[in-house]
Nanobody, 115 residues
Framework: QVQLVEAGGGLVQPGGSLRLSCAAS????????MGWYRQAPGKQRELVAH???????GYADSMKGRFTIARDNAKNTVYLQKNSLKPEDTAVYYC?????????WGQGTQVTVSS
């Protein structure tokens, strides 16, 4: 089993930046892809970005240019750097890691973009 703990959420003003982190523990050797998703109030959870074990990256179209995903395999951690934040980026951000037993989710971290 894989455990994921997100950190780095909070309140930020429009135009600001935040970096989220997600640390994996447990059966880390079974982890393949990792990614970030978000869920805004009243909306479905959506993909933000994903990264494979060999570093291949993909972004949702609406996230390209402002968000950057990175992965440190030595630390079993995936990051999401978010720049030029907008109020519509307000959501709970979740980390996901795929393993041989299936998808594993973190508890989520709240990001609120407001002045």
């Amino acid at each position: 089993q894989v455990q994921l703990v997100e950190a780095g959420g909070g309140l930020v003003q429009p135009g600001g930046s935040l970096r989220l982190s997600c640390a994996a523990s447990g059966n880390i050797f079974s982890i393949s892809n990792m990614g970030w998703y978000r869920q805004a109030p009243g909306k479905q959870r959506e993909l933000v970005a994903h990264i494979t074990s060999d570093g291949s990256i993909g972004y949702a179209d609406s996230m390209k240019g402002r968000f950057t995903i990175a992965r440190d395999n030595a630390k079993n951690t995936v990051y999401l750097q978010k720049n030029s934040l907008k109020p519509e980026d307000t959501a709970v951000y979740y980390c996901k890691a795929d393993s041989h037993t299936g998808p594993n989710w973190g508890q989520g971290t709240q990001v609120t973009v407001s002045s």
